[in-house]
């Protein structure tokens, strides 16, 4: 096509800019993704503490129940349930889900 023939579609909608997130915000989506790093980095450091290899008189509680996997649990947890509700408070209530 020619560029005489071509020309932009007028648009009624303003342009929106980019938005930064709040520093609160940020902190909060920060804390699982953290919390889970160092639950990696305390197992990474004292491997005794995840026992896998002793399976003399282990139960289900001594293998799941370990303080590093609790940790990962945990921040894993915090950042797929948790966190979504509270950047949403505190970006003002504002939901993402178009029919909420």
């Given at each position: 096509?020619?560029?005489?023939?071509?020309?932009?579609?007028?648009?009624?909608?303003?342009?929106?800019?980019?938005?930064?997130?709040?520093?609160r915000?940020?902190?909060?989506?920060?804390?699982?993704?953290?919390?889970?790093?160092c639950?990696?980095?305390?197992?990474?450091?004292?491997?005794?503490?995840?026992?896998?290899?002793?399976?003399?008189?282990?139960?289900?509680?001594?293998?799941?129940?370990?303080?590093?996997?609790?940790v990962?649990?945990?921040?894993?947890?915090?950042?797929?349930?948790?966190?979504p509700?509270?950047?949403?408070?505190?970006?003002?209530?504002?939901?993402?889900?178009?029919?909420?």
């Open positions: 096509m020619s560029s005489e023939i071509v020309t932009d579609i007028p648009s009624n909608d303003p342009q929106l800019g980019v938005q930064r997130r709040p520093v915000a940020l902190a909060v989506q920060v804390l699982g993704p953290v919390t889970v790093v639950g990696i980095v305390w197992a990474v450091a004292q491997p005794y503490r995840i026992v896998l290899r002793n399976s003399e008189g282990r139960g289900f509680y001594d293998y799941v129940f370990q303080g590093p996997l609790l990962i649990l945990v921040g894993l947890v915090f950042a797929l349930a948790i966190a509700g509270l950047v949403d408070d505190l970006a003002g209530g504002v939901s993402r889900d178009p029919e909420a």
